[in-house]
Every structure is written in structure tokens, then in C-alpha cells.
């Protein structure tokens, strides 16, 4: 027997009895006939890999995630900053409607609002990515890759998020 029909030989033995998922498009092989995925045609190996294989995609998405929930937590605390000073000194609205003060003196409740929209969204996912690291090590290659990058990018969705609500808001 040649060394690939061996191997293909090897591959349907393994998934006559195991659930695996294409690495292309997720299919579940179990009970495959080929070494080749049924829906996609993708070619099937078998490999030995540790447990952190194919993590690169969620340790990115942990870093975005965690670098947006920075930014928010700073931004919060800053817009704070303006809420204990109107409270502190309660007449500073209606010195804002006399016009001897600026508004952005103010607090800017929508941006508060947006700020801690966000900063729920992403304390939400960043839960979820931590609970489902190993169903997400089971994904296809390109869901990981999608998740990633999404969380990746997390941080300059959330600052032109801010930077429209601050345009907006005025």
C-alpha cells in the first residue's frame, strides 16, 4: 500500500467513530468515506496539535476587545469627570443658559449613554469569548478568523462610534 492511500486509509478509520469539523468549511466528518470533505471537497489530514492551535484568532480578539473596553473605561471616567463637576456646582446650567459659561462645561448625557451602551456590549462579549475558548478552537479556520478580526477591530469601531456621538452631540 502506497504512503497516500495509507494515509487516506488512516483518515476514514479516525473519522468513522470521531465528530471533526472541516477545517474549511465546518462540515462534520464523522462517518466520511474519503479523505476529502463531502460539501466542499477540501483534502483531509490528520496532524498532532496542542491545545493552543488555531488560537491566534481568539488571543486577537481578546486584545481588541480588551483594548476597547480600555478605551471606554477611560472615556467614562472623563465624562464623569463633568457629572461630579455639575453636581459639585449645581448653578452652572443656568449660567450655561445665561451664556456666561460654555456648554461643553456640561455633562453630555448622550455620550455618557453611548460610553456605557459600549462598555456593556463589550464587557458582554468579552464574557462570552472567555467561556467559549474552546467551542471557538472547534470552529472553521475562517469563523476564527472572522472573530478575530471583529475583535480586532473593536477599538477603532469604538472610537468612531465616540467621535460620531461627539460630532453629533455637539
Known amino acids: 500500500m502506497s504512503e497516500p492511500e495509507r494515509s487516506s ?27 476529502r470533505c463531502p460539501e466542499c471537497a477540501t483534502p483531509v489530514h490528520l496532524e498532532v496539535a496542542g491545545p493552543a492551535a488555531g ?15 480600555l478605551v471606554l473605561t477611560v472615556t467614562m471616567l472623563h465624562l464623569l469627570g463633568y ?16 451664556g456666561m459659561v460654555s456648554p461643553n462645561e456640561l455633562p453630555r448625557w448622550w455620550t455618557l449613554l453611548t460610553v456605557t451602551g459600549l462598555l456593556s456590549a463589550a464587557s458582554l462579549a468579552l464574557a462570552w469569548l472567555l467561556v ?9 479556520r475562517s469563523s476564527r478568523m472572522v472573530l478575530g478580526l471583529t475583535g480586532a477591530l473593536a477599538p477603532l469601531l469604538v472610537l468612531a462610534v465616540l467621535r460620531l456621538v461627539v460630532l453629533w452631540s455637539g
Request: aromatic fraction near 8%; hydrophobic fraction near 50%.
Open 83 to 98: 457629572v461630579h463637576d455639575a453636581l459639585d456646582r449645581p448653578g452652572r446650567a443656568a449660567l450655561v443658559r445665561a
Open 9 to 35: 486509509s488512516l483518515v476514514v478509520a479516525f473519522l468513522d467513530d470521531q465528530d471533526a469539523s472541516c477545517p474549511t468549511c465546518g462540515y462534520n466528518l464523522r462517518g466520511a468515506a474519503a479523505d
Open 132 to 140: 467559549s475558548r474552546r467551542r471557538i478552537g472547534r470552529m472553521a
Open 55 to 69: 488560537m491566534f484568532w481568539w488571543i486577537a480578539a481578546l486584545a481588541g476587545l480588551t483594548l476597547a473596553m
